[in-house]
C-alpha cells in the first residue's frame, strides 16, 4: 500500500472528494467537446460559405444593426480557452481524487490535534490545561 493501512473512510469526506472529482472530469470533457467542436480557424465559414483572403463576412441582427468581419477576423484562434479549461478541471479532479485518498487512509473522526505543545495548554482539555 501506499503509505499506510487503510481504514474506515469518512463518508463526508467521501461524497465530497466524489463530487470535486465529478466536477473537474466533466470541465475537462466540456472543454474537450467545445475543443473539437470549435470551427477550424484556417478555414472560416461565413453564413454556411466558406470565406477567402480579402472576404467581407456581413451578419444582420435582429434589432437591425450589421456586424462587418473580415477573413482575417474569424481567422483568429480562441481555442486556448479551452485548453486552460482542460487544465483547470483536471488540476481539480486530481485534487478530489488526493482528497477521496487521505479520507480513506483517516479513520472517522480523526483530528490531528494541536501543532504544539503550547497550543495544547491552550486548547480545553488539552495536555496540561486545568479547568
Not at 3 to 8: D, L, Q, S
Request: hydrophobic share 40%; proline share 7%; with cysteine.
Amino acid at each position: 500500500m501506499l503509505g499506510g493501512p487503510m481504514t474506515e473512510p469518512n463518508p463526508v469526506a467521501v461524497k465530497v472528494a466524489g463530487k470535486v472529482v465529478t466536477v473537474g472530469m466533466a470541465i475537462v470533457a466540456l472543454c474537450i467537446f467545445a475543443l473539437l467542436a470549435a470551427p477550424d480557424p484556417n478555414n472560416p465559414v461565413c453564413n454556411g460559405q466558406r470565406m477567402s483572403q480579402g472576404d467581407v463576412c456581413v451578419t444582420h441582427s435582429s434589432d437591425g444593426s450589421r456586424r462587418l468581419d473580415s477573413y482575417d477576423d474569424l481567422r483568429s484562434d480562441d481555442t486556448g480557452i479551452f485548453w486552460w479549461g482542460i487544465a483547470g478541471g483536471a488540476v481539480v479532479a486530481t485534487g478530489g481524487l488526493l482528497a477521496l485518498i487521505r479520507a480513506h487512509r483517516r479513520p472517522r473522526g480523526y483530528s490531528q490535534g494541536p501543532r504544539s505543545a503550547a497550543a495544547a495548554r491552550r486548547r480545553p482539555g488539552g495536555n496540561g490545561a486545568k479547568l
